[in-house]
Every structure is written in structure tokens, then in C-alpha cells.
């Protein structure tokens, strides 16, 4: 067929429409559910997750279905191995383990969920005005966050239990007044570099107050590193926790922690592994979990990282 | 001529003042724009352009000058009222349309921003059916409110921010390098979109770029810049059919056109500021060679400029 011969009516629009170009055709994803997905597909991190779950459900049910009391001595049953009547055995005052361990986990997760949360209070307020004021603010604060941060962590410790008593709360005072330190750093770090972003200049030009873009620009879009700082903050305070109860600065018994039933168990490890074995194992378990939470948040809420 | 909406009068803008880093960004620079005009500023990367514009709108604080808009000085500081007034009547539109654009808010909430804050309308509804206006003047479909940033392509994200600009409708806008970003089909697309509110809304603008083409385009006058100052302004066609200051010269001389012949034939002219020869003591400043048309040249030049222009120009444009 020849140039000449072709018509105008030979031809007719088959694909685009005007009206479609602008259409977007995948559904809508927003920042976090786009997160949620690459999480679910992050094995470690779910397998972590459903260990967490688990940890959290037997903290709230474990010491109702044992049917014993965490802090009844029963002296004619101790020291006895795991049993069907006493599942994780019993200690050297006849107290069953299984109820102890769940009742020091609500106390161990307490405690990481909590400085986790002071951490991330004080942090992302001292951070963030530090980041955003920047120059001669800046400077002084981060210089006292970096004199708290240098103070030998044990001493502080030892002072705060000997000063205001050993108990849960000065454990999370002894934990929080230099860890929040590490999130401030974060946090500012974030801010300084957002703040340049052409966005926040957009919204300072439409005369959006600091309280504003701190709130709807700054601390969403520094979220991702804020969130991945506090799931490894937990694990650590928790570790912490153990930690200071095994040196006998924890807390007082008859309360249990996972720390203080490792620190009782240790003496007994040659006849009687199973007390030290069963806290050890959760701790472990825990920090674990805590762990790969926090990588797979990281990945997931990387943008880099979206495929 | 028309009514001046902002004059700018020997703006300074340092960096690191009293340090010996220290950066004159913007050294003492005087225009005026006039309303419902467009002027272009063009200038290499560095020159001060953007800084400028970002003094003017003041997202930095001026080390000196004044800036008058609608006769009054806005340097300095200013009360919260009259601060909330002039954010409604000056806005930008940012280079960079992935960076312009926060990623956790939705379009709508991106371009009610301007509404919430100096909360101009009074229902949910009202809010939603000033977005949907916004949207359908950019050319955005109703359906674009509820997603992200990220879905969009670069031209349809630059039009969100001229939308978001525009929510607290400004009298003044300040385009800073708006198409750089962009492909070339998408540039056409959005300065075709700023020329239609130009005449439908009467808008002012101050178009920054180093395009210089596109900025012919759009432009009713050019000023050039260089290190920080102008060195030359005058009418966009006046600019490139009788350039004066070297500087322009060499800029309209790297402008490349699809046309083989005149592409054979062009000759890239560099610029050496160190052939002005200038005398430490004598005074550069903007001088009027004729009605409109001002360049930076120092006494001597001026006259030379001017002997110049009357043999070239004017005969250039008597043969047209």
C-alpha cells in the first residue's frame, strides 16, 4: 500500500487517552504499610516477632496457669528437677521456676520498655532542639550530653542504689540518665540533615511555626532511625537489668528478675543446672528477638532498601 | 511603567561573617520588579541566584540592604501579623520536586499546608474542596489527594509544590530553577502552566534559572548575575539581540540551537574578568546605557558601552 492511499479514517486511537496519562495505576502505599510488607517478608525478623509474642502472652499468663505463687517458700519440694507437677523444677526455698520466670519476665520487659521510652522522651526532645536550633545551642548541649555520656556507667549505678534504695524504678533511673544520651545523638543527627530538606524550607516560607515542622516534617521523617534506636534500646536495657541483678545490685528478692534467679542459680549449677538454665535460655531468647526486630525494622524502613 | 511591587536595594547576603571563610554570596545587588511581570534571574551554578531569592523571601536574614515589597521594608525584623501577611503574599517553588515534597504526608495534606496554618478554611469540607480547586489548576486529578509523594513523576510532583504555593494565594512567586529538575517535554508542561496563572491570576514572578532559552521564554526582562552581582539587566529580547557586558556575551554565546549552519558558525566566547583592567579606585556600578537597559561598567566603560551599542544595536535593529 502506497503513501497516497492511506485515509484519515484508516487510523483510529486504540491506547492512550489524554485523560489516562495522569492516572496512577498501582494502589495507594503509604510510607508504612509499604514498610509493613518488606517486614513480612524479612523471616528472621517474623521469626523474632512470634517469639516476642510469645515471651509477652506466657509474662501475662504463665504465672496464672502454674497455679503456684512466685513467692511462697515450700521447703519440702526444693531443689526438685522439672516435673509434670513443677514444669521448670523448683529453687532452694521450693519456689516454682516456671512462675518465677514469667513474673521476672513482666519485670525484665517492664524495665526495657520502659527506659526504651524515657530514652526516646528525653532524647528525641534534647536531640531535636539541639538539631534543629543548631550552632551555639547545639554546641552546648550535645557538650552536656557528651560529659553525661563520659561518667563511668557502674559508679553512677552504685550511687543511685546505695542513694535512693534498690528497686525497679532506680534501676530505670540508673538506665536512663546517660542512655538517652545515644538516642539525643540520633536524633540530631537526623534533624540536622532534614532541616535542609527543600520541604521544611516550603513550609517555613508558608510561616509554619518550629512546633509544626517539628512535629509533622522533622520527627515523621526521622521515625525510621528514632523506632530502629528504641526496639535495640529494649534488649540492651534488659540485658542491663540481668546484668546488675547477677552482681547482686539488681533487686531485692523475693521479686524476680531474670537476673537475680541466674545470679541464685549459679552456685547450684553442678546438681541443680536447671535454675540458672531456664532464665538464661529467656534472656538469651529475649535479646534475641529484640534483635532481629530491630534489624528488620531497619531494612524495612530504610527507603533505600525498597525493591 | 507599571507599579513597582518590589524594589531591591543594594542586598547583600555573607556567609561566615568575621570568619575567613567567610562567602559574600549576594554582593550588593539593586533591581526592582515591577507587577505582573516576570523577571529571570540567570547565572552560572554558584553565582548567588538562589541565595538571593532566598533572601528576598527571607528564609535567610539579609547582612544588609533593604527589600521593599509594596513600599515596605521587609528586612530586619518583623512583628508575627505582619510576618503571617507577608508568608501569604510571597511564596516559592523549590528546584528540586523529590526533595520539595515531604514523603509521609499525603498530597492533600502537602498542599493544605499554607490553608491549615493560617487557617483559611473554616470546615473539613471546605479544606477538601479548596485541595480538589488546587489539584484541577495544576491539572491533577481529584483521585491524586490521598496518595504519597513517591507515586508521582517529577512534572506531576513540581506541580504539587505550584499547588501547595499557590493555597495561600501569593501575589508574588519566586520560581527558583522550577524545570531544572524535569526532562525537556515536562519543562514545556510547567512553564506553559506558570504563563497560564500568570494571566489568570496576575501573579509576579522572579524565574530563576541558567536556562537560558526557557528563560527567554518566559521572561519579560533578564537579569544576569555573576559572583554575586548583576551585571546586567534589561528587556529579554533587548538581552539577546544587543548583549553589552561581556559576561552575557559569553552566556548567550554558549546557547547551542538545532541548526547546523548557525551551529558551524558559533563562536564560544569566554569571559576574563581580569580584562575589565579596572582601577582599584573606580567605582562599578549599574549605569543606564539607554532607557532600561543597565550594565555593570565602571566610568570609562560606559561611555565606551555606549559608543558600542549606538554603532551595532542600533543598526542591528534598524535592519529588522
Known amino acids: 500500500m502506497y503513501m497516497d492511499q492511506l485515509r484519515k479514517d484508516d487510523f483510529e486511537i486504540v491506547g492512550v487517552k489524554i485523560e489516562d496519562t495522569e492516572k496512577i495505576s498501582q494502589p495507594s502505599l503509604s510510607y508504612w504499610k509499604d514498610a509493613l510488607n518488606r517486614f513480612r517478608k524479612n523471616k528472621l525478623a517474623m521469626v523474632g516477632l512470634v517469639i516476642l509474642i510469645l515471651l509477652i502472652f506466657m509474662a501475662i499468663f504463665g504465672p496464672l496457669i502454674s497455679g503456684y505463687d512466685y513467692r511462697t517458700n515450700d521447703l519440702a519440694n526444693k531443689n526438685l528437677p522439672p516435673s509434670a507437677e513443677h514444669w521448670f523444677g523448683t529453687d532452694e526455698l521450693g519456689r516454682d521456676v516456671f512462675t518465677r520466670t514469667w513474673e521476672g519476665a513482666r519485670i525484665s520487659i517492664f524495665i526495657g520498655i520502659a527506659a526504651a521510652l524515657i530514652d526516646l522522651t528525653i532524647g528525641v526532645l534534647w536531640g531535636g532542639i539541639a538539631g534543629y536550633k543548631g550552632g551555639r545551642v547545639d554546641e552546648i548541649m550535645m557538650r552536656i550530653a557528651d560529659i553525661l555520656y563520659g561518667i563511668p556507667y557502674l559508679l553512677v549505678v552504685i550511687l543511685l542504689m546505695v542513694v535512693f534504695g534498690q528497686s525497679v524504678g532506680t534501676m530505670i533511673l540508673a538506665m536512663t540518665i546517660t542512655g538517652w544520651v545515644n538516642m539525643a545523638r540520633i536524633v540530631r543527627g537526623q534533624f540536622l540533615l532534614l532541616k535542609e530538606q527543600e520541604y521544611v524550607l516550603a513550609a517555613r516560607t508558608l510561616g509554619a511555626s518550629t512546633r509544626r515542622i517539628m512535629a509533622k516534617h522533622l520527627v515523621p521523617n526521622a521515625m525510621g532511625p528514632i523506632l530502629v534506636t528504641m526496639t535495640l534500646t529494649i534488649p540492651s536495657a534488659i540485658f542491663t537489668e540481668a546484668f546488675l541483678s547477677f552482681l547482686g545490685l539488681g533487686l531485692n528478692p523475693p521479686l524476680a528478675s531474670w537476673g537475680t534467679m541466674a545470679s541464685d542459680g549459679l552456685p547450684a549449677l553442678r546438681f541443680y543446672p536447671w535454675r540458672l538454665l531456664f532464665p538464661a535460655t529467656f534472656i538469651c531468647l529475649t535479646i534475641f528477638a529484640f534483635n532481629v526486630i530491630g534489624d528488620g525494622l531497619r531494612d524495612a524502613l530504610d527507603p533505600r532498601l525498597r525493591k | ?320
Open chain 2, 1 to 320: 511603567m507599571a507599579e513597582k511591587l518590589i524594589e531591591i536595594k543594594n542586598l547583600k547576603q555573607y556567609f561566615n561573617v568575621g570568619k575567613p571563610n567567610m562567602v559574600k554570596a549576594v554582593d550588593g545587588v539593586t533591581f526592582d520588579i515591577y507587577k505582573g511581570e516576570t523577571l529571570g534571574l540567570v547565572g552560572e551554578s554558584g553565582c548567588g541566584k538562589s541565595t538571593t531569592g532566598r533572601t528576598i523571601i527571607r528564609l535567610y536574614e539579609a547582612t544588609g540592604g533593604q527589600i521593599l515589597f509594596n513600599g515596605k521594608n521587609i528586612t530586619g525584623k518583623l512583628s508575627k501579623s505582619e510576618e503571617k501577611q507577608l508568608n501569604r503574599k510571597m511564596q516559592m517553588i523549590f528546584q528540586d520536586p523529590y526533595a520539595s515534597l515531604n514523603p509521609r504526608m499525603t498530597v492533600a495534606d502537602i498542599i493544605a499546608e499554607g490553608i491549615d496554618i493560617h487557617g483559611l478554611a473554616k470546615s473539613k469540607k471546605e479544606r477538601m474542596e479548596r485541595i480538589y480547586e488546587l489539584l484541577e489548576t495544576v491539572g491533577l486529578n481529584k483521585e491524586h489527594a490521598n496518595r504519597y509523594p513517591h507515586e508521582f513523576s517529577g512534572g506531576q510532583r513540581q506541580r504539587i509544590g505550584i499547588a501547595r504555593a499557590l493555597a495561600v494565594k501569593p501575589e508574588f512567586i519566586i520560581a527558583d530553577e522550577p524545570i531544572s529538575a524535569l526532562d525537556v517535554s515536562i519543562q514545556a508542561q510547567i512553564v506553559n502552566l506558570l504563563k497560564r496563572l500568570q494571566r489568570e491570576r496576575g501573579l509576579t514572578y522572579l524565574f530563576i534559572a541558567h536556562d537560558l532559552s526557557m528563560v527567554k521564554y518566559i521572561s519579560d526582562r533578564i537579569a544576569v548575575m555573576y559572583y554575586g552581582k548583576i551585571v546586567e539587566l534589561a528587556s529579554s529580547d533587548e538581552l539577546y539581540q544587543c548583549p553589552i557586558h561581556p559576561y552575557t556575551k559569553s552566556l548567550l554565546s554558549a546557547i547551542p540551537l538545532p541548526d547546523p549552519d548557525y551551529e558551524r558558525k558559533r563562536v564560544r566566547e569566554i569571559y576574563d574578568p581580569s580584562k575589565h583592567g579596572y582601577d582599584p579606585d573606580e567605582k562599578l556600578e549599574l549605569r543606564e546605557i539607554t532607557p532600561n537597559h543597565f550594565v555593570l561598567c565602571s566610568e570609562k566603560e560606559y561611555h565606551q558601552y555606549k559608543k558600542q551599542y549606538e554603532g551595532n544595536c542600533r543598526a542591528a535593529q534598524k535592519v529588522r
